[in-house]
C-alpha cells in the first residue's frame, strides 16, 4: 500500500518538474500529460455531456486559442440545478486490478487520484501561466499586470487549499485507511473552504473576454500563452480548457462523494458524516451556481444599459430586468400606432423609441415611470385590440401588443412588479383600478387631479371642445389637452396655467375647470360656464348609460355637412330619442331625432345592413357595419318609436 502511494506522489512530482521545465528555455520536458494522470485501471468519472467532444475537436483543430462562451457556462449552470453531474458509476462497470478491495475504498482512492492531477492542473495554471504573464507584463510593460490579475483571479488562493491542504489530508487518510476508513469528515473539516469558488466562477467569464482581447492586442501576450500552450505540460489544451478546470471541480465531488455513500454497507460509522460532507458539498455548489446567475444577471444588465446609451440616472447594478419586448403606442393625434419598446425593471418602466441609426446606443428614452404607483389594465378598444393602460406618476400610456397573450403578459409582469414594490412599502396605499370600457375615465377622483399624469383623450374622439362645447376647425379653433384632467379643449378654455405634483410644481396648460380647483380661484363671469342647449348631453356619458350605442353610415344628403359617418345614442334617461355625434367623445350632438311616431324599416333587398326612420315626409337612412347589428338597431328604435321606456316590462339590453 505505501509503495503504491509513494508511485502517485512521484508521478505528480514528475508532471510539476514538467511544469518547472517548461518555463525554462532550452529544458527538455518529460513525456508526461495531463490526460495521462486522469486515465487509470478502474471507474472514471464521465466527463460532462460535450466537454469530451470538445477537447476531441480541440486535439483534433490545434492548441488555437478558443472562447468558452457565456451559453456554455449557461449550460453548466443548467446541469448544477438539474443533478445531471450527479450521476453515479452503476455496479459492475469497473474492472481491472484491486477488484478485491471494498467498493468504498477504491472510490476514494479514485478521489485522490482526480484530486493529484487536478493540483497538478491548478499548478500549471497558478505557477506557469499566471506567474510567466506576471513576469512578462513586468518587464516588457506590453500589457498591464492587473489584466492578468483580473484573468486568474483568485487562482492561487485555489492552488495552495489544495496543494496545501485538501490533498495531503486525503493522502494520509487513504494511507491510515486500515486504522481510519472513513472520509467524511476530512471533506466537512475542508468543504467550507470551497465557497472562495464562487469569486472565481463569478469572474470566469470576464476573464474569458480580457484573455480573447489581449491575445488579440497584444504579441507579446499572445507568445507567452501560445509557447505553453505548446508544450507537452500542457496536454494539448488551450489555457482556457485549463481554467475552465476549477468550474467543473466541485461537481466531480459531488459525483464521487455521492457514489462513496451509495457504496458503504448500511451499518458504517462514516455514512453520517459522509451524508453531512455531501449536503456541504451541495451547499458550495449551489453556492457557484448562484455567483454564475449574478453574473449573468450583471452581464444581462449591463447590455441592456449599453442598448440605452448608458444613461447616469438609470445605471443602476441593483435593478432586475423582468421584461422587455416591442410595443405600439396609440397616438392621441395620429390615427396610426407608432413602434415603440419597452423596458420593465424591477423598480421602472421605460418607454423607448428605436434609433434609426443604431451606433452605441440602440434606444432613446423618452419617459421613465416609477413602477412606485404605477397602474395597469387592459382597455376595450374596437379599433386597437390587444391594448392596454400604463399609468404612473410621470406619464400615462396607450399601448397595443401584437396579441393578447402578449398583453396578457405584459400586464401581469407589470401587476407584479408593482405588488412586489407594495410589500416592500406598507405605507404605499395601492392606486384604485379604473373601471374597465373603450371611453375614456371622464372624471378624475378629486385628490388625484394633479398627482397623477392623466390619460389624454384622443383628438379624432370629439369635433367640439370637451368644456365650450365649441366644434374645432384648423384655424381659429384649434385642439389643445389639458395636462390636468386629459380633456381635449380649445385655447379659450385652456388659457390658464397651474401647478402640477407629478410635473414637480412647473405650471402647465389646464382649463378652467382644473384651473379652479386646483389654485382655488375664482373665475370671472364671462369665462363661466354656459347653460346647456338641448343638444349638449355628452356622448361619452350617454355611451356608458345607453340602450344602444354604435357608429352608423349616414347614408343620403339628408344629414348635410355632418359627414358619412356618426355615433348614434339612444341614451336610458332619454330612451326615446336618437342623439347622433360626431365623434364618440362630443359634448354636443349635432343632430337629434324624437323617435316616437317613426316608422323603422329594414331593407330586405339589396344591402340588408341598410334600415330608414320615416314620418310624414321625413326619411332618414343609416347603415350598420353587420347585419346582426343593423337588426338590434331596428329592434332599438322600434320599442322607441312605440313609446317603451326602461322601466317596463320586456327590458332588454340591446348596448353594443
Partial sequence: MERTSEQKLTSVSNLVTVFENSRTPGAVPRAHS???????????????????????????????????SRRYLSSLKNKLSSGAWRKSCQPGTCSGPGMQEPEEKRIVQELLETEQAYVARLHLLDQVFFQELLSEARSSKAFPEDVVRLIFSNISSIYQFHAQFFLPELQRRLDDWTATPCIGDVIQKLAPFLKMYSEYVK???????????????????????????????????????????????????????????????????????????????????????????????????????????????????????????????????????????????????????????????????????????????????????????????????????????????????????????????ETFKAAVQGPEGDTHEQKLQSEELGLWAPQWVRDKMVTMCMRCREPFNALTRRRHHCRACGYVVCARCSDYRAELKYDNNRPNRVCFDCYTFLTGNVLPEDKEDKRRGILEKGSSAGSDQSLMCSFLQLVGDKWGKSGPRGWCVIPQDDPLVLYVYAAPQDMRAHTSIPLLGYQVTAVTQGDTRLFQLQQSGQVYTFKAETEELSGRWVKAMERAASGWSPGEPNNRDLSN
Avoid at 46 to 53: F, H, I, M, V
Avoid at 216 to 225: A, L, M, N
Fill in 203 to 425: 469572474n470566469f467569464e470576464r476573464a474569458a473576454e480580457l484573455l480573447a482581447t489581449w491575445t488579440d492586442k497584444s504579441p507579446p501576450f499572445q507568445e507567452v500563452i501560445t509557447r505553453i500552450q505548446s508544450s507537452d505540460a500542457s496536454g494539448s489544451l488551450t489555457l482556457q480548457h485549463h481554467m475552465l478546470e476549477p468550474v467543473q471541480r466541485i461537481p466531480r465531488y459531488e459525483l464521487l462523494l455521492k457514489e462513496y455513500i451509495q457504496k458503504l454497507p448500511a451499518q458504517a460509522p462514516d455514512r453520517v458524516d459522509a451524508q453531512k460532507a455531501l449536503d456541504m458539498i451541495f451547499s458550495a455548489a449551489q453556492h457557484s451556481n448562484a455567483a454564475i446567475s449574478e453574473m449573468e444577471r450583471l452581464q444581462e444588465l449591463w447590455e441592456v444599459y449599453q442598448r440605452l446609451g448608458l444613461e447616469d440616472d438609470i445605471v443602476d447594478p441593483s435593478n432586475t430586468l423582468l421584461r422587455e419586448g416591442p410595443v405600439l403606442k396609440i397616438s392621441f393625434r395620429r390615427s396610426d400606432p407608432m413602434e415603440r419598446y419597452l423596458f420593465l425593471f424591477n423598480n421602472m418602466l421605460l418607454y423607448c423609441v428605436p434609433r434609426v441609426i443604431q451606433v452605441g446606443a440602440h434606444f432613446q428614452v423618452r419617459t421613465r415611470i416609477d413602477v412606485a404607483g404605477m397602474k395597469v389594465r387592459e382597455l376595450t378598444d374596437a379599433e386597437f385590440p390587444h391594448s392596454f393602460l400604463v399609468s404612473g406618476k410621470q406619464r400615462t400610456l396607450e399601448l397595443q401588443a401584437r396579441s393578447r397573450e402578449e398583453m396578457i403578459s405584459w400586464i401581469q409582469a407589470c401587476q407584479a412588479a408593482i405588488d412586489q414594490i407594495e410589500k416592500r412599502n
Fill in 34 to 68: 495531463l490526460e495521462h494522470v486522469h486515465h487509470r485501471p478502474g471507474c472514471r468519472p464521465p466527463l460532462p455531456p460535450g466537454l469530451q467532444e470538445k477537447a476531441d475537436i480541440e486535439e483534433a483543430l490545434g492548441s488555437g486559442p478558443r472562447t468558452v
